[in-house]
Nanobody
Framework: QVQLVESGGGLVQAGGSLRLSCAASGSISNINAMGWYRQAPGKQRELVAIVTSGGSPNYADSAKGRFTLSRDNAKNTVYLQMNSLNPEDTAVYFC?????????????WGQGTQVTVSS
């Protein structure tokens, strides 16, 4: 069974920074992608950033230049460093793990962590 454990959300003032962490455990194929999505009230869940086990991160336009996604493959952990936060970044952030296999793709989600940016 795969589990994703998130940490690092909270309340921050505009212009501040937060760092989110997500550790995956369980039966995880080496061929996978990990990253973060977010969902603001009344909006659909959207990609923030994601990285494959052997590739470079891909970022949403809203995250480029402000957020940095890094990955520790040995620990199956990803980190999202968020700088220059603004109120539009307020959302529940969900860790995502996609495992690729001959059967297709399996999606796993963390429980979500709240990020609130005050103006």
């Amino acid at each position: 069974q795969v589990q994703l454990v998130e940490s690092g959300g909270g309340l921050v003032q505009a212009g501040g920074s937060l760092r989110l962490s997500c550790a995956a455990s369980g039966s995880i194929s080496n061929i996978n992608a990990m990253g973060w999505y977010r969902q603001a009230p009344g909006k659909q869940r959207e990609l923030v950033a994601i990285v494959t086990s052997g590739g470079s991160p891909n970022y949403a336009d809203s995250a480029k230049g402000r957020f940095t996604l890094s990955r520790d493959n040995a620990k199956n952990t990803v980190y999202l460093q968020m700088n220059s936060l603004n109120p539009e970044d307020t959302a529940v952030y969900f860790c995502s793990l996609k495992v690729f296999g001959v059967w297709g793709t399996r999606d796993y989600w963390g429980q979500g962590t709240q990020v609130t940016v005050s103006s």
